[in-house]
């Protein structure tokens, strides 16, 4: 019990590390600098929509983003791209009777 206590410690350290220093290794083990990517409360304060929302457009493919972990990472291209056409309807959506 103590080893496995240990092990998702020590998980939990390591994708804290990678998350919070916004460095990220790709598949050829090179350091990508993560300056120019934005998480989903950062788009969310930008677009004035709820987090849960940003990830909803992510999901669904209508914002590009990566997911990292279980972190959605938006470019800041994509996001200015995104910005420009994007108008936020408030309320549920229409049901068809």
């Given at each position: 019990?103590?080893?496995?206590?240990?092990?998702i410690i020590?998980?939990?350290?390591?994708?804290?590390?990678?998350?919070?220093?916004?460095?990220?290794?790709?598949?050829?083990?090179?350091?990508?600098?993560?300056?120019?990517?934005?998480?989903?409360?950062?788009?969310?304060?930008?677009?004035?929509?709820?987090?849960?929302?940003?990830?909803?457009?992510?999901?669904?493919?209508?914002?590009?983003?990566?997911?990292?972990?279980?972190?959605?990472?938006?470019?800041?291209d994509d996001?200015?791209?995104?910005?420009?056409?994007y108008?936020?309807?408030?309320?549920?959506?229409?049901?068809?009777?």
């Open positions: 019990m103590q080893d496995l206590l240990f092990s020590d998980r939990i350290n390591y994708l804290s590390y990678y998350c919070f220093s916004k460095v990220i290794f790709n598949d050829l083990s090179i350091m990508v600098p993560l300056d120019n990517y934005f998480n989903v409360i950062e788009v969310g304060r930008r677009l004035r929509v709820h987090s849960e929302t940003v990830k909803r457009l992510c999901r669904q493919g209508d914002l590009p983003a990566i997911k990292f972990h279980n972190t959605w990472l938006i470019a800041g996001l200015d791209n995104f910005a420009g056409t108008i936020s309807k408030r309320g549920a959506r229409k049901k068809l009777i």
